[in-house]
């Protein structure tokens, strides 16, 4: 299973613990080339939709940014999984998500707050990567960037994060914030799938025990009138 694979497989409980009951209208922003959650929707009887300018070519998906995309009527609710931390203008994309939604539709973000990132988290990440062999990950990129740039941890993740022109965790938070009704915030997991033998048990427990930072972001709001 790859960590993509593995990512969907964990998350996807909590997801479709936030959704309205089918055959509610759901979109997902960012379903990227495996589809995302759509598969996992659909089987579960929503009329869902993604939209990514990677989706899979196949019906009920758009390959198409979603700053682009105008959704057929209102849906029920709205599904974005660390898509929002790329996007370019995260105002652009939170208006229209709002404007698709139909009123008290459900905004359900599972996003990265990556300035929770600290030191003894990477190092945390570091030291469990997967072993050597195939294609190097996005963690085992960052810690080759850290360790070449001889400088502090978060002066590089602050250069990576500004030339990968990512967006914060707090940042997400006060345009959701400024858009929607938030009925929960939580932080979780983040990196069990991308690490070598480590499940979302063994990150949480880590979490609990102070050894590290919760760095996943679980957000449900409404749509205001």
Not at 36 to 59: H, N
Request: some cysteine; glycine content about 12%; charged content about 25%.
């Amino acid at each position: 299973m790859t960590p993509d694979e593995r990512w969907l497989e964990a998350v996807w409980p909590l997801v479709r613990g936030q959704l309205p009951a089918p055959p509610a209208r759901v979109l997902e922003i960012g379903c990227g080339q495996l589809g995302g959650f759509v598969p996992r929707l659909r089987a579960s009887g929503y009329d869902a939709a993604g939209i990514d300018p990677e989706a899979p070519e196949q019906p009920g998906y758009r390959r198409i940014e979603f700053e682009h995309y105008d959704a057929a009527g209102p849906v029920d609710a709205i599904v974005a999984c660390t898509s929002l931390h790329h996007v370019g203008d995260l105002g652009q994309v939170l208006d229209r998500a709002h404007g698709a939604l139909a009123p008290g539709g459900v905004m359900a973000v599972v996003e990265w707050a990556r300035e929770r990132f600290d030191e003894a988290t990477a190092r945390w990440c570091f030291g469990r990567l997967p072993p050597d062999g195939g294609e190097p990950g996005w963690l085992a990129d960052l810690r080759s960037q850290w360790h070449a740039s001889g400088g502090s941890w978060d002066a590089c993740l602050r250069t990576w994060a500004r030339a990968k022109g990512l967006h914060s965790g707090q940042e997400m938070l006060r345009e959701l914030q400024g858009r929607f009704a938030c009925d929960a915030l939580s932080y979780g997991p983040y990196f069990f799938a991308d690490l070598g033998g480590i499940s979302e048990a063994d990150e949480r427990a880590a979490i609990d025990a102070g050894r590290i930072r919760a760095t996943r972001i679980e957000y449900h709001g409404r749509r205001r009138a």
